[in-house]
């Protein structure tokens, strides 16, 4: 049973810096596709950074480009964002995707993902 379980979301100022964590279980982390998407009130869910799927190469939204970083932990079955120099418009639910199979850019599009898992918050305010 595939299951996906995000934590590190907080209220953080303009500038500062959070790493989110996604704990995967059920399926082998470091061939599948995995992917961070994100959702802000009013807003449709947009892709943020992902892993594709057999080559392992990361993407990153135009808009996170320099800022956030993802890598993962096989041994620990995680994968990470690292959110620097955050801004108010980087406010939104955070959640981590898994798939078998996304190839190339298309790890950025959520509607390639059959498992979620349920969001943690990030608010940046001062």
């Known amino acids: 049973q595939v299951q996906l379980v995000e934590s590190g979301g907080d209220l953080v100022q303009p500038g500062g810096s959070l790493r989110l964590s996604c704990v995967a279980s059920?399926?082998?982390?470091?061939?599948?596709?995995i992917g961070w998407f994100r959702q802000a009130p009013g807003k449709e869910r947009e892709g943020v950074s992902c892993?594709?799927?057999?080559?392992?190469?990361?993407y990153y939204a135009d808009s996170v480009k320099d800022r956030f970083t993802i890598s993962r932990d096989n041994a620990k079955k995680t994968v990470y964002l690292r959110l620097n120099n955050l801004k108010p418009e980087d406010t939104a639910v955070y959640y981590c995707a898994a798939d078998p199979v996304i190839y190339g850019t298309s790890c950025l599009s959520d509607g390639h993902y059959d498992y979620w898992g349920q969001g943690t918050q990030v608010t940046v305010s001062s």
């Open positions: 892993f594709s799927s057999m080559t392992g190469r990361t």
């Open positions: 059920g399926f082998p982390l470091n061939s599948y596709a």
